[in-house]
């Protein structure tokens, strides 16, 4: 069956970065692109972007370019998500998600992973 | 960018009643590419519907989408205790995609 395991809970202090890994699993991994989508404590979902992950070309939404990258290593079906410079307001669940091969339709995903950042 | 707008924020209902879950989107949606999440407390979403008006496997008849262009609605008949949930709407037609804000269904 589909899966996507994400990497565990991190804390972080302002200005460290952070890498969050997205494990791939029941289904062949460069057929499908990997989302982003982050929700802040208490609030909605926002979709970040994704990758492509035959290619590897990503595609960021607006606010967040810069610090943000995705990336994949695709001999172990896995993407991740970097985020450098951190903020106080990066606090958030990041998810990664899966879509259905053949438009942006999200039909799975990951179990979410909390970033803390607080001096 | 299209902006979905979900009505009403929150919904106070008793098990056994209907929920009607609105979703409104600033410009119109290209190929029905609508979907409804829900999302229990401390879980990712779940995929309901898609298509605007299609079952995600395993999502019981008593979800159900309608709607096209600019107006979408997920009904949920006869709620269950499990069906007590925040729900989105989502479009993914166009970059950037974009999901509303939420619609909370609680107990009353």
């Known amino acids: 069956q589909v899966q996507l395991v994400q990497s565990g809970s991190e804390l972080k202090k302002p200005g460290a970065s952070v890498k969050v890994s997205c494990k791939a699993s029941g289904y062949s991994f460069t057929n499908f692109a990997v989302h982003w989508v982050r929700q802040a404590p208490g609030q909605g979902l926002e979709s970040m972007g994704w990758?492509?992950?035959?290619?590897?070309?990503?595609t960021y939404a607006q606010g967040f370019t810069g610090r943000f990258v995705f990336s994949l290593d695709t001999s172990v079906s896995t993407a991740y998500l970097q985020i450098s410079s951190l903020k106080a307001e990066d606090t958030a669940v990041f998810y990664c998600a899966r879509d259905d091969g053949r438009t942006w339709l999200i039909d799975y995903w990951g179990q979410g992973t909390l970033v803390t950042v607080s001096s | 960018e299209i902006v979905l707008t979900q009505s009403p924020g929150t919904l106070s209902l008793s098990p056994g009643e209907r929920a009607i879950l609105s979703c409104r989107a600033s410009?119109?949606?290209?190929?029905?590419?609508l979907a409804w999440y829900q999302q229990k407390p401390g879980q990712a979403p779940r995929l309901l519907i898609y298509?605007?008006?299609s079952r995600a496997t395993g999502i019981p008849d008593r979800f159900s989408g309608s709607g096209s262009g600019t107006d979408f609605t997920l009904t949920i008949n006869r709620l269950e205790a499990e069906d007590f949930a925040v729900y989105y709407c989502q479009q993914y037609g166009s970059s950037p995609l974009t999901f509303g804000p939420g619609t909370r269904v609680d107990i009353k």
């Open positions: 990758i492509n992950t035959d290619t590897g070309k990503p």
């Open positions: 298509g605007a008006s």
């Open positions: 410009q119109s949606v290209s190929s029905t590419y």
